[in-house]
C-alpha cells in the first residue's frame, strides 16, 4: 500500500498542467516578444551585413551550320576525304557536335574558369598584398561557376551558373565567361584542323608519289620489253607481223614476232607519250594543289547556340531577409519563453 501510493504522488508530480504553462507563458510573453523581436533584428542587421550572392543562369545546345562559317565546310571537306581513304566510316560525329563537345570541355574545365577570372577586372579589384587572400578568393570565384550536364533521362540540356556580387555582375561575367569558353574552343578546333590539314597533305603527296612511281615502273618495264623485242626481230631480220594473235596479247617473250616495223612505231610511240596515270592519279594531284593552299582559318566562329540566354536575376540567391527573419524571430520566441518558464520557476 505504501508502494502504491508512492507511484501515484510521483505521477501526479510529473503530470504536465497545460493550464498552468499557458499562464507562465503569457505572464512572460514580454520576454517572449522581447528576444523574438531582438533575434528578428540581429538577423535583419546581418542581412544588409553579409556578403550578397546573385546567380545568373545560361542553358546552351550544338551551334547551327552558318555559327561555324568556314570551318564547317573546310572540317566537312576534311571528313569527306577521310570518308573516301576509307580512313573512317561515314557515320562519323557532324562538324557542329564536334565543336560542341569541344566547347562543353573547354566551358566544364578548371583551367577555363581560373584563365577566365585572371584577366577579369572583377577579381583583379578584389585582389589584395596578400598571395594567400588572393589564392583563396581565386579559388572561391573558380567555384562560384558551375557546369551541370546534359541529362537526356530528364530531358534537360547543359547549363553553366555563375554566382556573383550583384545582378549585374552575374549576368555580365557570364556572358563574358561562355564568350571566353567558346573562343577558347575555337582556338583548339582551329589548332586540330591545321594540324589535320597538314596530316592530309603530306598523306596526299605519299600517294601521289607512290602512284607516279609504280606508272614509271611500269613504263620502263613496257620499254625494256619493246626495245628487248626489236633487238631480237632486227637480228633475226622479221620485216612484218608474223603473230597469229593480237599485239595486245602476246606475252614479252614473243613480242619480237610482230616485226620490226611495228615494234619501233609501239617504241617511238611509248616514247612520246611517257607513262600512263589513271584517272585517281588525276584526282590525287588536283586535292594536292586544293591542300597545298592550305585551310581558312575563322578566329572567331561560335561553337554553342542558346537556349536560354543569360539575363539579370530578380532574386538574390543569399542572404534570403524574409526567410532569416521568420527564422530567427521563431528562434527568439523560443529563448524568451524558455527564460520566461525559468523565471517563474525562480
Known sequence: MRQESTDEQYGVDNQLDIRELFRTLWAGKAWIAGVAVLFGLLALVYSFLAKQEW??????????????????????????????????????????????????????????????????????????????????????????????????????????????????????????????????????????????????????QAQIKRQDAVAKAVYQRKLHNIQAALAIAEQQNITHNQATTPAEELPPSELFMLGRPLLKAQLENLEATGPEFNMDYEQNRAMLATLAVGPVLDDNFQTYRYLRTPEEPVKRDSPRRVFLLVMWGFIGALVGAGVALARRKA
Do not use: C
Not at 578568393?137 to 573558380?142: C, V
Open 55 to 204: 546567380s545568373a543562369t545560361a542553358i546552351t545546345d550544338q551551334p547551327t551550320v552558318n555559327m561555324l562559317n568556314s570551318f564547317y565546310s573546310q572540317q566537312q571537306f576534311l571528313q569527306n576525304l577521310d570518308i573516301k581513304s576509307s580512313l573512317i566510316s561515314p557515320d562519323q560525329p557532324s562538324p557542329m557536335a564536334e565543336a560542341y563537345k569541344e566547347f562543353v570541355m573547354q566551358l566544364s574545365s578548371w583551367d577555363t574558369r581560373r584563365a577566365f577570372w585572371l584577366q577579369t577586372d572583377y577579381y583583379k579589384q578584389r585582389q589584395t598584398s596578400n598571395s594567400h587572400n588572393n589564392a583563396a578568393l581565386l579559388d572561391e570565384l573558380i567555384n562560384n561557376i558551375q557546369f551541370t550536364p546534359a541529362d537526356p533521362a530528364h530531358n534537360t540540356n547543359d547549363s553553366t551558373r555563375l554566382v556573383a556580387e550583384n545582378a549585374p555582375s552575374a549576368n555580365n561575367l557570364l556572358r563574358q565567361y561562355i564568350a571566353f569558353a567558346s573562343q577558347r574552343a575555337a582556338d583548339h578546333l582551329n589548332g586540330e584542323l591545321k594540324g589535320a590539314w597538314a596530316a592530309r597533305t603530306v598523306q596526299m
